[in-house]
């Protein structure tokens, strides 16, 4: 029987309690991870407190930094961090730190991970590998940001990635990682929450939209489409700082009566709106992943996504577009509507990708099987 590994997770910000769903998929990976090993999170800025805790049997360490803690104050975050973990260490020694984010938490992760012998893997999660200013997202957009990305993937004895999009970026940006460093495993779902349910009908002409209202979730494309498609309803899920402008958007467009702004949802609310949709939307600049893809799947319903995150590399989930075409996406859209056939197919193959790859058993399962390899 193999040992229960000890396992250090490195993250900005985590559930403060199980009712807290702050990152979802990440309190479902340390619930799914804490059943197999030893878990403890560090969390650097979430919540707004030091005092540890327990969630779902792992071990929680705050250092309560807020989002707010820069310049001076945030090298004090990363000193008090690796003190964390040098402390951490010496009661209970790590087998494997990981960091789940390629930027202050995977910088942290390294260099605690050479101070202390404990091999190292980094996830690239979010806006790594991107800069848009137009819209202020991504951590390419000054030097400091770009260095400390730097710091996290070269010192990492593992990176991962959840799909050949973001690989691509890597190489696109000029980050030099030895393939054999790179493991492709995506964040999976959790299928006890997100699942059909036959006792809920489908509205055959709407559609699910499930983001932040955010720049680079890019919401105007997808109003831009629905104007083009007058038998559609959207429902639109989150909240974000361009709601306003969104609804003076689809104003404009002469759609307010077809869309709906349902604002933010429980999360265990979600699966009930994505099983009566026919479609889910996602219409991203840049998704590591697009986890609402997989969420969509699960419950059996195929998503229309711009050409970013998983979906290019699973078409049995459904159909891509390029990124900003409202065009192209109307297109889509209403071409699958129309073909009970193809979305019916699309059903069926999504909601057996999930099953046979994408739940979250499966990520705990490559995981581990990731660190027994550093480990040795």
């Known amino acids: 029987m193999k040992r229960r590994l000890n396992v250090g997770i490195l993250l900005p910000g985590f559930s403060a309690d199980e009712h807290d769903w702050a990152i979802p998929v990440q309190q479902n990976l340390v619930r799914e991870m804490a059943k197999h090993a030893d878990v403890r999170v560090i969390a650097t800025r979430y ?20 989002a ?13 961090t690796l003190r964390l973990i040098r402390r951490l260490h010496k009661k209970r020694p790590f087998d494997v730190l990981h960091a789940m984010w390629a930027d202050e938490t ?9 101070w202390l012998n404990i091999p190292v893997v980094v996830s690239i999660a979010g806006g790594e590998l991107v800069g ?17 990305v730097a710091q996290a993937l070269y010192g990492a004895d593992a990176v991962v990635v959840a799909c050949d999009y973001v690989e691509n970026l890597l190489i696109q940006r000029g980050y030099r990682i030895p393939p054999d460093k790179i493991h492709t495993i995506a964040l999976g779902v959790d299928t006890n929450v997100f699942r059909p349910d036959a006792k809920v009908k489908t509205v055959k002409n709407r559609l699910i939209h499930a983001a932040s209202l955010v720049g680079v979730k890019d919401q105007a494309t997808l109003l831009r489409a629905v104007a083009r498609l007058p038998e559609t309803e ?33 999360h265990l609310e979600l699966p009930r709106h994505y099983q009566t949709a026919a479609l889910n939307v996602l219409t991203s600049r840049h998704e590591g992943l697009g986890m609402v ?19 290019p590399d699973v078409p049995e989930m459904g ?16 071409t699958l509507l129309n073909d009970d056939e193809k979305r019916a197919e699309l059903t069926t193959s999504a909601r057996k990708a999930i099953k046979s790859t994408y739940t979250i058993q499966h990520t705990v399962d490559d995981f581990l099987q990731l660190y027994r390899t550093l480990i040795g």
């Open 47 to 66: 919540p707004h407190t030091q005092t540890p805790y327990a969630v779902h049997g792992a071990e929680v360490y705050p250092l309560g930094a807020g």
């Open 68 to 80: 707010w803690a820069r310049k001076l104050a945030r090298f004090r975050l990363w000193r008090d």
């Open 106 to 114: 995977g910088l942290l992760a390294n260099w605690a991970g050479k």
């Open 132 to 148: 848009f200013k137009d819209i202020n997202y991504g951590l390419q957009r000054s030097a400091f940001s770009r260095w400390t």
């Open 234 to 266: 959207l429902l639109i899920i989150g909240e974000g700082n361009l709601r306003a402008d969104l609804q003076a958007l689809a104003k404009n467009l002469h759609i307010t009566q077809r869309v709906t702004f349902a604002g933010a949802i429980h």
């Open 293 to 311: 893809t997989l969420e969509a799947a699960a419950c059996g319903v195929p998503t229309i996504s711009t050409h970013v995150g998983l979906l």
């Open 319 to 334: 159909v891509t577009v390029p990124v900003g075409d409202d065009v192209a996406l109307a297109d889509a859209i209403n």
